[in-house]
Structures are given as C-alpha cells and as structure tokens.
C-alpha cells in the first residue's frame, strides 16, 4: 500500500510528546530529523483534521510546522535493513539490528530492532549515553532506566553487569519494543513497567539512574533521581543541548548531587552526576 510521510519540524524537548500523539493517530513508525521528526502512516488511515488538531495543541507551548507527502508502494522493511547501518561507540561497543552480520567482535555487542521506540545509538544523546555508562561502575548494582524507549541503555546495563534493572517508559509500544529487545540480547530479566516515575512505583536505593529524555521532563524529575539513589550513587543524563547545562547543573546542586563528567556532541550534552551524603 501507499505511504503518506509526515514531516515534523518541532524543538527536541517536545519531539517524544508529538510522536506519542501521531502514534495515536495511526502513524506506525518514527525516525528522528535534525528539524524534528518524520512519521510515516498508511495512507488509508491518515487523516490531516487529526494532524491539524495535534498541531494546534502544541502551537501555543512551541514553534511546530507540518508538511506531508505520498510514498509510492515499496517493500518497507528492506527500505529500513538498506539504511539502517551499524553504530560503533569507540572500540567498546556496537549497536545494530538483527539482520546485520558483522565480521568484528567487541566486548559489547547490542541488538536493537527499534519499529517505533527511540534509542537505536544513531542520535547523538544514546551514543553520549552508552559512552558515559562504560566508564561507570554497573557490576553488582540496581539500575534504573528512566525513559527507555527501545531499551538499549537498560541493556548496556544488563551487559555491564548490574545485578537488577528495571525500566519504564508511558508510551505502550516503547514497552513492548523494549521488552522484545531485553530478549534479543539475553537479558530477560530486565523489569519493564508503562507510566511515569510515580505512576511504576519504583523506590530504589539504585546505584545507577539512566535518563535520556528531554529537558523539561529532566529538570521536573531530577529531585525524584536522586531520592532514589543510594549514597554514591550515579545519575546519568542526556537529552538536552548545551546551553541547558547550567540549569540541569543547578536542580541538581539542590538536590546533593555533583557534577562527575560532562561530554558534548553536535550540541548535545550528556552529563554525569554523583550523590553526595
């Protein structure tokens, strides 16, 4: 069947919120653009009053615009294996998905099948993210990923050597795209629950916390992290630019964690923080 192809331009801190609504509206699959997001619908299920009135939802909160296109007939998933292609972090790590066959072995080798969830190492905060948990103590730790998406840093987690993680995410298909990826590479045990931070009811102590998410969302949550974890404890974050360190730096200060590392990629910003006490 035809295509219809939504493209997107909307700031990153309200990218997830837009593809969580498209989603809703029948769109089936989501690929992250410098300018925002591309999606990707049935053509026989699009309905534009549906995007309209998403757009307006989000007019008031932010810049968002709107254009769509047909997309003949095509065979999708060879579209999808032909420009999907292998993510190297370092000499450490490789990301790729199930039909790549790879020559070179590494320490950590991840399989990441992403259909509609975000977090495939090809953005720059889940390369950030993966870079920052290999130099991170998991061995024998509870982890929690906060946001997970495909799942891949509960993953990496898992491989690390971390003694429980658990993950959550609001958005259902992001659930269940990070539980099929959990069983993929080996780690089925992974605890993965749908809703907020409250809403999963996950107390801790943890020894390391993940969260790539967007701005806002970090900067509401930040307390919430650290009441979590145990004294020592890591907090890892991405998901947000440069310019909004000093904020992110600040909500954390107030809430006795510090600043350990801090990386930088295409204006991206992955910051590690520890807790003090």
Not at 134 to 157: E, F, N, P
Request: glycine letters at 8%; charged letters at 20%; one cysteine or more.
């Amino acid at each position: 069947m035809d295509y219809i192809e939504l493209k997107v331009a909307v700031l990153p801190d309200f990218a997830d919120m837009i593809v969580a609504e498209l989603a809703e509206a029948g769109f089936d699959s989501f690929v992250e653009t410098p300018d925002g997001v591309d999606a990707y619908a049935p053509a026989d299920v699009f309905d534009e009053a549906q995007v309209q009135e998403i757009v307006r939802k989000y007019a008031a909160l932010t810049p968002v615009t709107y254009t769509f296109s047909t997309l003949p007939r095509r065979n999708w998933n060879e579209e999808w294996e032909k420009n999907y292609q292998p993510i190297y972090i370092g000499n450490q790590c490789v990301v790729r998905a199930s039909f790549h066959q790879l020559a070179e072995t590494f320490p950590y080798e991840i399989v990441i099948n992403p259909k509609m969830s975000f977090g495939t190492g090809h953005h720059e905060t889940t390369a950030l993210m993966l870079e920052m948990q290999l130099g991170v103590d998991h061995a024998g730790k509870r982890v929690l990923d906060a946001g997970c998406g495909t799942g891949i840093l509960a993953i990496m987690a898992c491989k690390r050597g971390a003694a429980h993680v658990d993950a959550y995410d609001i958005d259902a298909w992001a659930v269940e795209n990070a539980r099929e990826n959990c069983g993929l590479n080996g780690c089925p045990d992974i605890v993965i629950g749908q809703g907020t931070i409250e809403e999963v009811g996950l107390q801790g102590p943890y020894g390391v916390i993940l969260a790539n998410i967007n701005r806002n969302v970090l900067l509401r949550e930040i307390p919430q992290y650290a009441g979590r974890l145990s004294p020592g404890g890591m907090l890892l974050l991405s998901g947000f630019y440069e310019q909004d360190v000093a904020e992110l730096n600040k909500v954390a200060a107030e809430s006795s964690l510090r600043q350990t590392a801090g990386h930088i990629k295409q204006n991206w910003a992955a910051l590690c923080f520890q807790k003090q006490g």
